[in-house]
């Protein structure tokens, strides 16, 4: 293991460079700003006129169309939607200087072929472990997000000094930053979306909600156990792991999940997730996604209208709405 803080950072890899943001999504505005309040030369590339435009104007940033803003750019940060920037690659990839730096916060177009650098440019990864909002956040209160580290090509001998030099401007060397590969790092963040973060944890939730609710139990106090209450287990967990999480629970809790928990999520699950990542690695999913995307997507659409009406969101808008302070501080 490779882990890099801020006593790593070559404070003249990225001096005087001008960084151009592609994109100002969650993740692009976290990192433009934090790169421009750490004393860099910032460029957000956004369509001229649009939603993201006027809002990095706002914020006070330089904004140009893509392609002019990746013309003078020493380092490319491809920040809009994993499936938009096979297309924007092409519309500035002519713009782009010999030997520049194009920089992903995820490895996917790269590692599944999607985008295929010159050879010329030094290609990196610098992937936040956490959402923009968080990013920013963390920044501004003086911490940071700990990030992934990849490098997949270094034309220039400089490439991971650059890189880890980005990571320094987003605050993500105070949380420690990584080494990995373009294809650890997509593969591990899709698995963990799909099987644990995203699609595991709000499955088990749902379910949990649906089988209190079907016993006969007020939608209310089944989403309370379900789903509120489950902040206060993943806060222990990330601050202290296991353990912490045992110290601050009861005993009854304790024995609860050491004898009940396993037959819930058990080999039977672990059996899905193996498959589950297997498409990940022999690339299914990606061709799935993409084609679904190139398709228009229908079915994506369908399926995330079904899961955002299920009852437990309309219970639980009522319930969030009595706790406003849930919204303080989101920008």
Not at 181 to 188: H, I, Q
Not at 252 to 271: E, F, Q, S
Not at 294 to 310: E, F, V, W
Request: aromatic fraction near 6%; charged fraction near 30%.
């Amino acid at each position: 293991m490779k882990l890099y803080s801020r006593k790593d950072v070559d404070r003249k890899a990225l001096r005087g460079a001008r960084i151009a943001v592609l994109g100002y999504g969650s993740q692009g505005r976290a990192h433009a700003l934090n790169l421009k309040d750490s004393g860099h030369d910032v460029v957000v590339g956004a369509r001229k006129g649009g939603p993201s435009w006027k809002k990095a104007r706002r914020d006070g940033l330089a904004v140009a169309v893509p392609a002019e803003a990746a013309r003078d750019a020493d380092l490319v940060a491809m920040l809009a939607p994993d499936l938009a920037q096979k297309e924007l690659y092409a519309e500035i990839q002519s713009s782009l200087k010999k030997g520049a730096t194009l920089l992903f916060a995820h490895g996917f177009n790269v590692h599944f072929g999607q985008i295929r650098p010159r050879r010329d440019l030094d290609v990196v990864l610098i992937a936040p472990k956490g959402p923009g909002d968080l990013v920013r956040r963390q920044y501004t209160q003086g911490r940071g997000v700990p990030c992934l580290l990849a490098v997949a090509r270094d034309a220039t001998g400089k490439a991971r000094a650059k890189a880890l030099a980005y990571a320094d401007g987003i605050g993500g060397t105070r949380g420690g930053v990584l080494q990995t590969t373009f294809a650890e790092e997509t593969e591990t963040d899709l698995f963990g979306e799909q099987a644990v973060l995203c699609g595991g944890a709000t499955e088990l939730v749902v379910k949990g909600f649906e089988t209190l609710v079907e016993a006969g139990y007020q939608p209310e106090v089944a989403y309370y156990e379900c789903l509120h209450e489950l902040k206060l287990i993943v806060d222990l967990l990330h601050e202290g792991g296991l353990a912490k999480m045992h110290r601050f629970i009861s005993d009854t809790a304790k024995y609860g999940d050491l004898t009940r928990g396993p037959r819930v999520v058990n080999d039977r699950t672990k059996k899905e997730m193996r498959r589950i990542l297997k498409e990940i690695q022999d690339g299914r999913f990606a061709r799935q996604w993409i084609a679904e995307s190139a398709s228009g997507g229908r079915n994506y659409r369908k399926l995330l209208k079904q899961d955002l009406k299920h009852p437990i969101e309309k219970v639980g808008a009522a319930l969030r709405a009595r706790m406003p302070w849930l919204e303080e501080g989101r920008s």
